[in-house]
């Protein structure tokens, strides 16, 4: 699975970590940004902390055709048409706005709007999310 978005420090990031946390590890995550920050953004490592998820030393990637060739799904949020399109692979468009843009209740909003689709991907893989009480 990856997770794409511009700066890669925030939406992807808070879907790669989600999907980690929920599957128990089952699924393969990585992350990207097509134009990737230094750091990954203390703002979602602390919302994401909220919840009692970690970031596990993720860190901004930039996105490469390597990276999108190992996916089976791809999940791009905002990064428009920088991601390249390979044959075999499952394509979706998350219509989020970018967190670090937003006020602390309008990043918390986005996170939990994250965790949500991230259960609804894991219902579709047939995978039984673990610690989805938080």
């Not at 990276?67 to 390249?84: E, F, K, L, W």
Request: with cysteine; glycine share 8%.
């Amino acid at each position: 699975m990856l997770f794409v978005c511009v700066q890669n420090a925030g939406r992807s990031q808070m879907a790669g970590a989600f999907l980690r946390h929920l599957s128990g590890g089952k699924v393969h995550v990585r992350t990207a940004g097509s134009s990737p920050a230094e750091t990954s953004h203390p703002r979602v490592e602390a919302a994401l902390a909220e919840v009692g998820v970690e970031l596990w030393g993720e860190f901004p990637k930039p996105l490469t055709d390597d990276v999108v060739r190992a996916a089976d799904y791809v999940i791009t949020m905002g990064c428009g048409d920088a991601c390249p399109v390979f044959p075999g692979r499952r394509y979706m468009e998350w219509d989020l706005a970018d967190p670090l843009e937003l006020d602390e209740e309008g990043l918390r909003l986005v996170r939990d709007d994250i965790r949500r689709r991230v259960l609804v991907l894991l219902d579709e893989l047939g995978i039984e999310p673990q610690d989805a009480s938080r």
